[in-house]
């Protein structure tokens, strides 16, 4: 069975430090979300592609986080630097088409900010 | 703008107990679907229902049944004869037309042997 596939699993930085995470979608889906899940809350989602294009990036902090979907497949979230308040889940998605579709999603990365 | 709330933060059941989790949300569009995911401990979300606002009609799926109810908003998830392997934190999530998917808080369910 297909899988979202993401890296790595688990991420320990230090404050001002820059890391990334890597997603690759279930082939076929053209649209991918990056999404941030605090503990004891829902994810919230931070950016949508639909293929490489950024179709929702609201809610993602623009002064520190960038993401990219460069050939519509596989995408890579930054944050460059990294705040304590930073410490999450960080989740990828994918789905075949918009929201209103199921998403499937990937074990995800946990961010810790030291 | 689109909202759900899940009232119920955490529920503790004995194994082989019904359990219900609720789910009420609020939008303004008259087409959206409603969602649950459940997060085991492991982290990943896994899909478990689809809904959109046309269909009413309850769903069944071996132990687990769906209560979609357009009167009241609610869509509410109920695990027949639970098992320690339901414990996980369940999301209900809300997306209108062409729009991002929103989630509840969660519900911390636990399954006692």
């Known amino acids: 069975e297909a899988e979202v596939a993401q890296s790595p699993r688990y991420k320990i930085t230090e404050k001002s430090q820059a890391v990334a995470f890597w997603c690759d979608p279930i082939?076929?889906?053209?649209?991918l979300y990056w999404y941030r899940q605090i503990l004891g809350q829902g994810p919230e989602l931070l950016v949508q592609?639909?293929?490489?294009?950024?179709?929702?990036d609201s809610q993602l902090p623009k002064d520190r986080f960038s993401a990219e979907r460069l050939k519509g497949v596989d995408s890579t979230l930054k944050i460059q630097p990294a705040e304590l308040g930073d410490s999450a889940m960080y989740l990828c998605?994918?789905?075949?088409?918009?929201?209103?579709?199921?998403?499937?999603f990937g074990p995800g990365t946990r961010l810790t900010v030291t | 703008a689109q909202k759900v709330t899940q009232a119920q933060t955490e529920i503790s059941v004995v194994e082989k107990e019904d359990v219900t989790l609720d789910c009420v949300y609020e939008?303004?569009?008259?087409?959206?679907?409603l969602f649950w995911y459940k997060q085991p401990p492991s982290g990943e979300l896994v899909f478990l229902i689809r809904?959109?606002?046309?269909?009413?009609q309850n769903e069944i799926s071996g132990r687990y049944s769906w209560n979609f109810q357009k009167s009241t908003s609610s869509f509410n998830f109920t695990i027949t004869a639970s098992q320690v392997v339901d414990s996980a934190v369940y999301f209900c999530?809300?997306?209108?037309?062409?729009?991002?998917?929103?989630f509840g808080k969660g519900i911390t369910l636990s399954v006692r042997p």
């Open positions: 592609f639909q293929d490489e294009s950024v179709v929702d």
């Open positions: 809904r959109n606002s046309f269909d009413e």
């Open positions: 082939s076929g889906h053209a649209t």
């Open positions: 999530a809300l997306a209108e037309s062409n729009s991002k998917l929103t």
């Open positions: 939008t303004r569009d008259t087409t959206y679907y």
């Open positions: 998605a994918s789905s075949w088409s918009d929201g209103t579709y199921e998403q499937y």
